[in-house]
């Protein structure tokens, strides 16, 4: 597989990430944007694997793994435990509408590209052309968490950010250390595994997950 090939496929894939970064922005069912989620990581998956391969990077192909089994597969899981634990199944609520959040999404992508073009003019990688992607992917997932009032799928903001950061690292540097990434990939897990526990007590003590009702919640004397 040549050069150019390899830099079509990863703008593809990228493509794709950022597709699915506005699908799960404007999702407004609970379920359907985990499985987003889920396509997002498979997508960065299959991205490290097609660096790890034209970089000769053999540490890629495990950050490759780990994130199918993480971010595919168990992150998911934990996710659907957790909305079936605490039986959610309204609509998700947003506090801009979808129109001008697409607008508002659409201007973040054009932000990121404006912002990476002197990157991408003295990058020498292959990979170079998917940091505005990154980084899109990254403000869209900052933009989910601030539009959405249900804390759980503020979360699923939080974590599509954290997508977009290791896209990030991928597309500048051909991926961070092992041993980073596998600490990185341990403190999402325990931050899952915190954010399920924390957000049992909160329903269990206020009956809602709601932020904004939460935001409004006043101490008696």
């Known amino acids: 597989m040549d050069i150019e090939t ?8 990228a493509a794709l990430v950022l597709l699915t970064a506005f699908a799960m ?12 989620f889920a396509w997002q990581g498979l997508l960065l998956s299959a991205n490290t694997a097609v660096v790890g391969y034209v970089a000769a990077k053999h540490h890629l192909y ?4 780990l994130t199918l089994s993480l971010k595919v597969v168990l992150l998911p899981y934990i996710l659907h435990v957790l909305i079936h634990r605490l039986k959610i199944r ?7 509408n979808v129109p001008m959040t697409m607008l508002i999404g659409l201007a973040l992508v054009i932000f990121s590209y404006h912002l990476t ?27 989910m968490m601030i539009t959405r009032k249900h ?16 896209f ?4 500048a540097t051909y ?31 206020f009956d809602s997950l709601d932020v904004e009702k939460m935001a409004k919640l006043k101490e008696v004397d």
Not at 62 to 65: A, F, H, K, Y
Not at 90 to 96: R, S
Not at 168 to 171: G, K, M, V
Not at 197 to 202: G, M, N, T, V
């Open 6 to 13: 390899v830099a079509s496929l990863s703008s593809f894939l």
């Open 25 to 36: 922005l404007v999702q407004k069912r609970i379920y359907s944007l985990i499985h987003l």
């Open 62 to 65: 495990i950050s490759s793994l």
């Open 90 to 96: 309204k609509e998700i609520e947003t506090i801009v």
């Open 117 to 143: 073009a002197p990157v991408r003019e003295l990058s020498s990688l292959v990979t170079r052309s998917t940091l505005a992607v990154a980084l899109a992917t990254v403000l869209i997932g900052l933009l």
């Open 151 to 166: 804390a759980v799928t503020q979360i699923i903001g939080f974590l599509a950010m954290e997508n977009g950061l290791f």
């Open 168 to 171: 990030a690292a991928t597309s």
């Open 175 to 205: 991926g961070m250390p092992l041993v980073v990434e596998l600490g990185v990939a341990l403190d999402i897990l325990i931050a899952a595994f915190i954010f399920g526990i924390f957000f049992f007590h909160i329903n269990t003590a």
